[in-house]
Structures are given as C-alpha cells and as structure tokens.
C-alpha cells in the first residue's frame, strides 16, 4: 500500500489550498484518514482525522479553518483549508489505518507535501 499526498503549495495569508491523499494497493477498507503536520523545529502534529464510521476530529488551531472529508474516488481523502496564517506553514503528511485483509490492519504514511503561507 502507498500513499501519495498533493495540493500544497505557495499561498498569501487569508487564502485556501485543498490537499488531496490517495491510496493504492491492496486495500479491503480504510478506517482511519488523517492529516499531519510539522514545521521546521517542531514536532509532527495532528491535523485532522475521519474514520469509516464519519467521524471527524480537529486540532483546535485549525477549528472552523479546515475541513476533512472523503474524496469522490475510492480511497481518497482531502483537506481543504482556508483562512491560511503563516503559522500553517509546515509539511503535510497524510497517514492512515488500513486493513489489507479481514484479519490484519497497519499504519502508511504519505510523502509529505509543502504548504507556505508567506505574502
């Protein structure tokens, strides 16, 4: 199973960016989606996370900023984020919990991709 992140970018304070994460491979079903962040000197941090059940969570710092949902394709999920602040900029990991069959479930994370808010 693979993850790969995309949507990150260069974007002026105030404005949005939609991360995308799609996974492939052997998948039976996907429980957990979520989306991390670390910036340069800090520690990685939770972003956002949904299950299969429709469960979602937030940091408080993204609270009514940042949306995550499911894609439209199979096995994919985003985050969209608006009103950026400069204290966002940071690598975005996506990671998930997937079960490759009935009986066993592991952990994947994506690449990582490059969010910077700077005017």
């Known amino acids: 199973v693979q993850l790969q992140a995309s949507g990150g970018g260069l974007v002026q304070p105030g404005g949005s960016l939609r991360l995308s994460c799609a996974a492939s491979?052997?998948?039976?079903?996907?429980?957990?989606m979520t989306w991390y962040r670390q910036a340069p000197g800090k520690q990685r941090e939770l972003v956002a996370t949904?299950?299969?059940?429709?469960?979602?969570n937030y940091a408080d710092f993204v609270k009514g900023r940042f949306t995550i949902s499911r894609g439209n394709a199979k096995n994919t999920w985003n985050l969209q984020m608006n009103s950026l602040k400069p204290e966002d900029t940071a690598v975005y990991y996506c990671?998930?919990?997937?079960?490759?069959?009935?009986?066993?479930?592991?952990?994947?994370w994506g690449q990582g991709t490059q969010v910077t808010v700077s005017s």
């Open positions: 949904t299950t299969s059940g429709g469960s979602t």
């Open positions: 990671y998930a919990e997937i079960q490759v069959n009935r009986n066993y479930e592991y952990e994947y």
């Open positions: 491979g052997t998948i039976f079903s996907i429980n957990t």
